[in-house]
């Protein structure tokens, strides 16, 4: 099975900072990595898909990057509605098992 | 609008067999390469995917809990059935079902690639494990 792995665990940021995140697989999974965002209580909300292309209605200061076992999600300036937990996973193989990073909680500084 | 809603028990016993049901609207899973996941999350920790179902009733399963998952579709319910056997304490968490959706991009403007992205996902049932 293809491991997924994120650093750091969590993170703590001031408005305006620019935050990045970053998501490790343990073999090659060429751009089939998706990132969501998770605020307490509420459904994981998908952020971007094929490791860079963002979801409709995402605010363009989340970007992704990456191929193959590396990959950054970046938020340019941290808005006080970013503060969540961020989470990576793959979609590779066919059908594509979907298995999650262990998560990156970005707190207030 | 697309929407997926999980219903079943809120408290099982262990060793006890959990059936939890997602109920979607909006979409098909005729569709092609449409799926259903189901994915959980114990309190205060990651995200865990169990299962899926696509279209052509493909299903996968969780490699750690595939003995004990089974996905199926009641097409003409529209929904989609996980069932885990053996229930137990860890296993208390929020269950949820979402979409998995193909996002298509073309390479070299002819081959179709297709991206898996769970895009709509429902609200989540809490299941706890408790004698």
């Not at chain 1, 605010?59 to 970046?74: A, V």
């Not at chain 2, 959980?40 to 899926?52: I, V």
Request: proline share 6%; charged share 15%; aromatic share 10%.
């Amino acid at each position: 099975d293809i491991q997924m792995t994120q650093s750091p665990s969590s993170l703590s940021a001031s408005v305006g900072d620019r935050v990045t995140i970053t998501c490790r697989a343990s073999q090659s999974i060429s751009s089939h990595l998706n990132w969501f965002q998770q605020t307490p209580g509420k459904a994981p909300k998908l952020l971007i898909y094929g490791a860079s292309i963002l979801q409709s209605g995402v605010p363009s200061r989340f970007s992704g990057s990456g191929s193959g076992t590396d990959f950054t999600l970046t938020i340019s300036s941290l808005q006080p509605e970013d503060f969540a937990t961020y989470y990576c996973q793959h979609s590779y193989s066919s059908p594509p098992s979907l298995t999650f990073g262990g998560g990156t909680k970005v707190e207030i500084k | 609008q697309v929407t997926l809603k999980e219903s079943g028990p809120v408290l099982v016993k262990p060793t006890e067999t959990l059936m939890l049901t997602c109920t979607i609207s909006g979409f098909s899973l005729s569709s092609p390469r449409m799926g259903v996941s189901w994915i959980r999350q114990p309190p205060g920790k990651a995200l865990e995917w169990l299962a899926h179902i696509f279209s052509d009733d493909e299903k996968s399963y969780s490699t750690s809990l595939k003995s004990r998952l089974t996905v199926s579709e009641d097409t003409s319910k529209r929904q989609v059935v996980l069932t885990m056997t053996n229930m137990d304490p860890v296993d208390t968490a929020t269950y949820y079902c979402a979409r998995v959706y193909p996002y298509v991009t073309m390479v070299q403007g002819v081959v179709p690639l297709y991206y898996y992205g769970l895009d709509v996902w429902g609200q989540g049932t809490t299941v706890t494990v408790s004698s």
